[in-house]
């Protein structure tokens, strides 16, 4: 399969550290390396992990009337909201090709402008990569202990192995790392679909449907409002948008926009028919004390099925269905993680950064998120709440309101500014991040 992004191992940056915005134009690519087919794919293995190991424990948590809500708004609300954020990249004008999202935004909002949304954008992408590191820890000692029956191992032992394995995938070059992540994705769909219906006839509906609303009618508004930051973590894939785009922007040119859309729609609709079918079935077959025997064990959904159900088909496949969507989400997020940290190391340390090599640079990020991921899996702090806060602030903010505004003020993206669904985007944005804020308060 052919993948999405050149190894930037291969490529040498030699910019003027006071001008970041040209970076890209030195490695403008003659033609894109990506199909369709290979993006998409890439798009839904970034998003599906969080969305199938996550969002059944948290959204079946408000019970069913929020979660019928979601299912229906799931679609406009990945869609547009993508769409929206990859436009800013995607519609850029043709003298603008061959740069990032950050390199776009700093280009237009200027050096402080563009420096604060880079710093919003690291703090977007990395901890989520924080989240898989821990998620992974947490599964692989759930499968040693409960499927394979051997001992606990020293969680510092264990956490240096599993996130030490996924950063040296990714850093050995985009190529392998892009063609891994794209193969376990296909087993991912077909198994995320037999698992789904595989628990059909543990499902019950009756109880679920009946679930008790300890103040009615408010208590269901409550559930559907704070069920949004949920979905916007669960399908964000905004990671892995600007470099799509940027891919797409040598074959396509003027097109490039139209495009990167029309692949948007097809992610979107596979993320929400395969994972929303997945977190039904999970929920119904899960019930309420499930949910919150797997949420105080801070496991996967999947994990907690495994060492309940008996199942020799759950007791081995649901860890191995678990591995493949944090490793495939993992390369995703590590993709912006990247974009993002090398941008603010040119920034903060333009001479060092520009001294050494950009494999050095490269090997000096993958350090760095190494041992942060590394620190905050043995630490094992609570994954529903670190959600929460990413997608209902950072990732909302950067996918939601930034781009809608740069429309709106900067001529080269007229032709968006009158979208009539930039008020939704951005009407939305403004309620997520004021339901995640009043949340915490």
């Keep these: 399969m052919s993948t999405p992004i050149h190894d930037p191992a291969n490529t040498e940056k030699t910019d003027n550290p006071s001008s970041p915005d040209d970076n890209s134009q030195q490695t403008q690519k003659a033609e894109t390396t990506g199909s369709t087919l290979s993006w998409v794919i890439t798009l839904f293995g970034t998003a599906v992990g969080a969305g199938i190991l996550f969002l059944p424990l948290n959204a079946g948590s408000f019970g069913f009337w929020p979660l019928v809500f979601a299912t229906v708004f799931i679609f406009p609300l990945v869609y547009f909201s993508h769409r929206t954020y990859a436009r800013i990249v995607s519609g850029a004008p043709k003298e603008q090709h061959g740069k990032d999202v950050l390199e776009l935004v700093r280009h237009y909002l200027g050096r402080n402008g563009g420096l604060f949304i880079a710093i919003l954008y690291w703090l977007a992408i990395v ?82 449907i009946h679930f008790e609303y300890e103040d009615g009618g408010l208590s269901i508004l409550k559930g559907i409002l704070l069920i949004l930051p949920v979905l916007v973590f669960s399908f964000s894939h905004m990671a892995a948008l600007s470099q799509f785009s940027v891919d ?174 930039n008020y939704f985007v951005f009407g939305m944005g403004l309620v997520i991040m004021a339901v995640t804020v009043w949340n915490l308060i």
């Design 248 to 421: 797409m922007q040598p074959t396509y040119g003027d097109k490039t926009e139209k495009h990167v859309s029309r692949t948007e729609v097809y992610t979107a609709a596979l993320l929400v028919v395969f994972t929303m079918f997945f977190v039904w079935s999970c929920v119904l077959a899960l019930g309420a004390d499930g949910m919150k025997e797997a949420t105080e064990q801070n496991i996967p959904v999947l994990s907690y099925f495994a060492n309940i159900t008996g199942s020799q088909f759950m007791a081995y496949m649901a860890p191995v269905i678990t591995m493949c969507a944090i490793i495939s989400s993992y390369f995703g997020h590590m993709l912006g993680s990247e974009e993002g940290t090398e941008y603010l190391l040119r920034i903060a340390v333009p001479r060092l950064a520009n001294k050494v090599s950009r494999r050095t640079l490269l090997n000096i990020i993958y350090i760095i998120v190494f041992t942060a991921t590394t620190l905050v899996s043995v630490y094992n702090p609570s994954i529903v709440d670190m959600i929460s806060v990413v997608g209902g602030i950072f990732v909302a903010f950067l996918v939601y309101l930034l781009p809608v505004y740069m429309f709106k003020k900067f001529d080269d993206y007229s032709q968006f500014k009158d979208d009539i669904w």
């Design 127 to 208: 901890p989520t990569v924080l989240i898989y590191g821990i998620s992974i820890t947490n599964v692989v000692d759930s499968f040693i202990v409960n499927q394979l029956g051997g001992p606990s191992i020293n969680r510092w032992v264990l956490s240096i192995v599993c996130v030490g394995i996924m950063t040296g995938l990714f850093a050995i070059g985009r190529k392998p790392m892009l063609w891994l992540a794209q193969i376990l994705v296909y087993p991912l769909i077909i198994t995320l679909a037999a698992t789904s219906f595989y628990l059909i006839p543990k499902w019950d509906i009756q109880s679920f």
